[in-house]
């Protein structure tokens, strides 16, 4: 069993950048991979970026690509997501999500999810 806590949300202007974070409870987190998925009122949830387990493999949506860094502390069981040159579409729920073994780009791969984070970008 695995429980996700998102954090770091908030609201930023254009260009700006936050960093979310995502704790996880359970002995075996460093087994799972790990996606943060967003969606927009009206949009389906959309997968932003993926993380294996042990950290050396990525993936990334292509409208966050070379602006989203996604990373993972195993020690602290936590991933981030570090989000530059944040945009008005970047406003979302931003979820995270994680599924034991790899990584894919669809939600019901994943087991375990968290409520939630608001991030709000102003023009």
């Known amino acids: 069993q695995v429980q996700l806590v998102e954090s770091g949300g908030g609201l930023v202007q254009a260009g700006g950048s936050l960093r979310l974070s995502c704790a996880a409870s359970?002995?075996?987190?460093?087994?799972?991979?790990v996606g943060w998925f967003r969606q927009a009122p009206g949009k389906e949830r959309e997968l932003v970026a993926a993380?294996?387990?042990?950290?050396?493999?990525?993936d990334y949506a292509d409208s966050v690509k070379g602006r989203f860094a996604i990373s993972r502390d195993n020690a602290k069981n936590t991933v981030y997501l570090q989000m530059n040159s944040l945009k008005p579409e970047d406003t979302a729920v931003y979820y995270c999500?994680?599924?034991?073994?790899?990584?894919?780009?669809?939600?019901?791969?994943?087991?375990?999810w968290g409520q939630g984070t608001q991030v709000t970008v102003s023009s």
């Open positions: 359970g002995r075996t987190f460093s087994s799972y991979a």
């Open positions: 993380i294996s387990w042990s950290g050396e493999s990525t």
């Open positions: 999500a994680a599924a034991l073994g790899r990584y894919r780009n669809f939600e019901s791969w994943y087991n375990y």
